[in-house]
């Protein structure tokens, strides 16, 4: 009866008949596997809608009635990983190999887990196992060899990494590729090359020249757009396509929502390309309602390129390339004539079909340009109308937070993967020279980055252990509340605050700053002169940051009369810049006009 009552989908029914016939006969073996069975596909249905402690419950009893259920062992490690339980999830995997030696699916999630979680040893291990085990699926040879750490023990340890990445390719070569579905099997392949002091240009060309060979799907050509962009007189506005999975409460959305709602709708008609992984939020549903059209982009790649071939675009923007595997992988398509990118994620792509860079001439120095693989154009803004968050209404003290009231407080609020080697002097020195400080750091999803750190600091700088306090991560609301009760902010070196630092200017503190040659060190420098301020806090070597955090921290007069300057400069010069999104349309129209012609824009042109 059980088993018909699930036939029918009366799956409370079949439960509770299952149930009964169990505290009846509890050894019935069969009653035992329907109900696993019932409550793994619960699992797999609330794990497909996003209700992932509803799919964990559920498998959860699905073990508990067939323990040895491998399949179900390994959804339930992807769900904790949903949630960020990366040690739970790792268990589950490895008790789904050990029930099923030559289970694949278990090595490759196993592997993945380690990646994330920075144990790339570990993963290597794992990837090689997989590969073994079905040697077609190629994408395990290059997830295991393009790693480079997250948090590395050393600048050793980081050159160690990158030249095995480097020389991987040569060995990468050799295999014969049958790849259909780059975006969900391969592992975002550049992202960590951006957190270091080096020039990537070379190695992100090298590995987009592989990846043009190795996987041909990739390598899609429109043919309609040729047809839209002759007859283009004929049309009144300008078709653009923004295309991110973060087009939603996350750090894109927040950047790019102003300019979305900014733009001029009588001459650009604007459509919004989602993936099916975008997760929903207030942001996301005020970008959607800013757009003319929404798609979500679904299936493979060849799928997903055809859908935004389907709009006859003018122009494709992606404010962002290397942070997920399905923009990179789209990016290597003609799919409009022109083709842009943002620095949502400050790095050249390597991809010779993205034609131009779009940055700003304050935060990029005067040859810059040769550190791109696109065209560099500049805009003289750092941000795009960007709205600041609100001042929280129920302000936090440092008790809130376990935090000490007589201390100088350094906070670095940022994620823990920018924290360089080279930046752990800094922090030493001010741990040293100002007996009072207490240096402020935020956690992340990965427990294991702040063993990590503690770790390289023990062998190298272990007054930062003593120094240095982690506090959890945090709603934005308590995140501007850390932001006013802390003394200074420091930005790391190489690869320093953005939208953190925007959103710290609702409250003022101030951020000491150390720009390098590269863009992506020298966002906050740049916003400190959009503001115009006199005199900012940006250090041209380690011992002027050091002498800065701490005269900040220690003279509270000038620091509240410089909290109060720069609270007043981002009302007036950083937020809501309105002409910052005219500066990107007329960007956009002379990119447009260039490319009917069948022209480029100049390389380093600055918009005016």
């Known amino acids: 009866l059980g088993e018909i009552y699930f036939k029918q989908n009366k799956i409370q029914k079949a439960i509770s008949f299952f149930e009964t016939a169990l505290v009846n006969s509890p050894n019935l073996v069969q009653a035992h596997h329907n109900l696993a069975k019932i409550y793994a596909d619960l699992g797999n249905k609330?794990?497909?809608?996003?209700?992932?402690?509803?799919?964990?419950?559920?498998?959860?009893?699905?073990v508990k009635n067939k323990p040895d259920f491998v399949e179900v062992h390994n959804n339930l490690g992807i769900a904790l990983q949903n949630i960020n339980k990366f040690e739970e999830a790792t268990l589950c995997f490895k008790r789904a190999i050990a029930i099923k030696p030559d289970f694949e699916e278990g090595y490759n999630n196993l592997a993945a887990s380690f990646v994330a979680q920075g144990r790339f040893d570990e993963a290597i291990l794992f990837y090689d196992k997989a590969l073994k085990l079905s040697s077609n699926k190629t994408q395990y040879a290059i997830n295991a060899r393009l790693l480079i750490p997250t948090i590395p023990e050393s600048n050793k340890d980081l050159k160690l990494w990158r030249d095995k990445y480097d020389s991987a390719f040569d060995e990468l070569k050799k295999i014969k590729y049958s790849i259909d579905d780059p975006q969900n099997v391969i592992n975002p392949p550049t992202f960590n090359l951006s957190y270091s002091n080096f020039n990537n240009l070379n190695i992100m060309k090298k590995t987009s020249d592989f990846f043009r060979i190795a996987i041909p799907v990739i390598n899609f050509k429109t043919e309609k757009n040729n047809i839209a962009n002759k007859n283009n007189d004929k049309i009144k506005r300008i078709r653009i396509g923004l295309i991110s999975t973060f087009f939603t409460?996350?750090?894109?959305g927040k950047l790019?929502?102003?300019?979305?709602?900014g733009i001029d709708k009588k001459k650009f008609e604007l459509i919004i390309f989602h993936f099916k992984n975008t997760k929903s939020g207030k942001i996301k549903d005020e970008i959607d309602s800013c757009s003319d059209k929404i798609v979500v982009l679904s299936g493979r790649i060849g799928e997903q390129q055809k859908q935004i071939e389907n709009e006859l675009l003018d122009v494709i923007f992606y404010p962002d390339i290397?942070?997920?595997?399905?923009?990179?992988?789209?990016?290597?398509a003609r799919i409009a004539p022109t083709q842009i990118m943002g620095f949502g994620h400050p790095e050249t792509s390597g991809i010779n079909t993205i034609d131009y860079f779009l940055s700003s001439n304050l935060i990029e120095n005067e040859n810059s340009n040769i550190f791109y693989n696109e065209k560099l154009i500049c805009i003289d803004r750092v941000l795009f109308n960007f709205i600041p968050p609100k001042i929280p209404q129920k302000e936090l003290g440092r008790s809130d937070f376990s935090l000490p009231k007589d201390k100088n407080l350094y906070c670095c609020p940022q994620t823990l993967f920018k924290i360089h080697p080279d930046f752990d002097l800094a922090l030493s020195k001010i741990a040293e020279k100002d007996d009072n400080s207490l240096i402020v750091m935020i956690e992340t999803k990965h427990k294991l980055y702040v063993e990590k750190l503690k770790n390289r600091w023990s062998k190298n700088f272990p007054i930062l252990n003593k120094k240095v306090m982690f506090i959890k991560n945090m709603q934005l609301e308590d995140f501007l509340s850390l932001i006013k009760i802390s003394d200074v902010l420091l930005?790391?070196?190489?690869?320093?605050?953005?939208l953190s630092f925007a959103e710290s200017m609702v409250i003022g503190t101030p951020t000491v700053t150390m720009p390098s040659k590269f863009m992506r060190s020298r966002v906050a420098a740049g916003m400190y002169k959009q503001m115009k301020i006199l005199n900012p806090p940006i250090a041209k070597n380690v011992d002027e940051y050091v002498d800065l955090a701490i005269e900040l921290a220690k003279n509270k007069k000038n620091n509240l009369k410089l909290r109060n300057a720069l609270r007043d400069a981002a009302e007036l010069y950083l937020f809501n810049d309105i002409n910052a999104v005219k500066k990107f349309e007329t960007f956009l129209i002379q990119a447009h006009?260039?490319?009917k012609s069948g022209s480029f824009l100049k390389d380093g042109h600055i918009i005016t």
């Open 46 to 62: 609330f794990l497909l809608e996003g209700k992932i402690e509803e799919s964990i419950k559920n498998y959860e009893q699905a």
């Open 249 to 252: 409460d996350h750090t894109i």
């Open 256 to 261: 790019y929502r102003g300019l979305i709602r």
């Open 322 to 332: 290397g942070m997920t595997s399905s923009t990179y992988f789209l990016a290597y």
């Open 491 to 498: 930005d790391p070196f190489y690869f320093g605050a953005g």
């Open 593 to 595: 006009e260039s490319s």
